[in-house]
């Protein structure tokens, strides 16, 4: 009989060509740290840009210090299990988007995608499970923001690499922390990654 490890649980992470790899980095990082199993798809691009900006390849073993926690997919293998709505409900994965272009979030919302990220996405909102979606670009043109707005009536949340300043980070580390905690609190995964507001007096 096949042995189930059992895990905080999955996630699926899909990361694209936008800037803002380090976020998807932190990410998987924190999942697998705290016994999450993560499975990861990247983009062709996405693969390139990632690589560009955090200067590690992508690969298991450079991301996590748990490498059987991580499951790396092929974006162009629509025969994974990932891509199929009658997977069973204990080992369904919450799915987020990080960081994601305006390519891959434009075919989401138009339902047209042909890889396994965009499959990934599509399932999770017919099968209405949590699909969270990290949009990196600036300015947005009308286009994009329509998109966004489809998404989010389909179900999906918008959370835009938007960091805020309140919490008065002192390093890039901080502001990407508060970025991954945000994310982790959308796929509602209890953390503590920065000090949350209080009604702190001005
Ligand atoms: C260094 C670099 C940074 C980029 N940053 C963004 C970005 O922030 N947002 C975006 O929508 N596209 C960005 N792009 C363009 C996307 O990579 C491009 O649209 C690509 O086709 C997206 O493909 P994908 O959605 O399959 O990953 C960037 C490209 C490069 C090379």
Redesign the pocket.
């Known amino acids: 009989m096949k042995r189930i490890e059992q895990t905080a649980g999955n996630i699926t992470v899909g990361i694209?060509?936008?800037?803002?790899a380090v976020y998807a980095r932190e990410l998987i990082r924190w999942l697998a740290d705290n016994g999450y199993h993560v499975d990861a798809i990247a983009?062709?691009?996405?693969k390139?840009?990632f690589e560009?900006?955090t200067g590690i390849p992508l690969k298991s073993s450079s991301l996590t210090s748990k490498p059987h926690l991580l499951t790396l997919h092929d974006?162009d293998n629509l025969f994974s299990p990932l891509s199929s709505g009658s997977r069973r409900q204990g080992s369904v994965s919450r799915v987020v988007i990080v960081?994601?272009?305006?390519?891959?979030?434009g075919?989401i919302a138009s339902a047209s995608g042909s890889?396994l990220?965009e499959r990934v996405a599509d399932v999770a909102l017919k099968e209405r499970r949590r699909l969270v979606i990290v949009?990196?670009?600036?300015p947005f043109n009308t286009l994009h923001l329509n998109n966004m707005l489809e998404l989010s009536r389909a179900g999906a949340v918008i959370l835009p690499a938007m960091p805020g300043f309140y919490q008065k980070p002192k390093t890039l580390g901080d502001i990407v922390s508060f970025m991954v905690s945000k994310i982790l609190d959308a796929l509602d995964i209890p953390n503590d990654l920065y000090e949350r507001w209080s009604g702190k007096k001005a």
């Not at 983009?43 to 996405?46: F, K, L, P, Q």
């Open positions: 694209t060509g936008a800037s803002g983009s062709e691009t996405g390139r840009v560009y900006e974006n960081p994601c272009s305006m390519g891959t979030l075919r890889k990220i949009p990196r670009e600036t």
